[in-house]
């Protein structure tokens, strides 16, 4: 199987989000943001791996458009913990900036989907 760089970018960053959902849990005692934080930044690997398998184009279009949404959930939940005393700059700075990369790549395949649906 080739690399797949959203694909494996995607799980590295799941995996980051369920160990910080574990610190914040046990070290910050903090249980409603950081299980919303682990929803969406679980959800967003789940997706791009749905759209691997999509019915169509637009099916794929549609998976990726969801984990958009979850990426950018991620990083109001990530400005919120940090906001809140709850995540440190240093905690906070690289998984923050992971987000925004994450973000960025499903915005880009989004953007070429689209443009080559527009194309056909």
Known sequence: MKNNIVRDKSFDFAIRIVKLYQYICNGKKEFVLSKQLLRSGTSIGAMIREAEHAESRNDFIHKFAIAQKEANEVVY????????????????????????????????????????SVLR
Do not use: M, V
């Open 77 to 116: 939940w990530l400005e919120l913990l940090k906001a809140t005393d709850y995540l440190n700059e240093k905690e906070f700075e690289n998984i923050y900036n992971d987000a925004i990369e994450i973000l960025k790549l499903i915005t880009s395949i989004l953007k070429t989907s689209k443009n080559q």
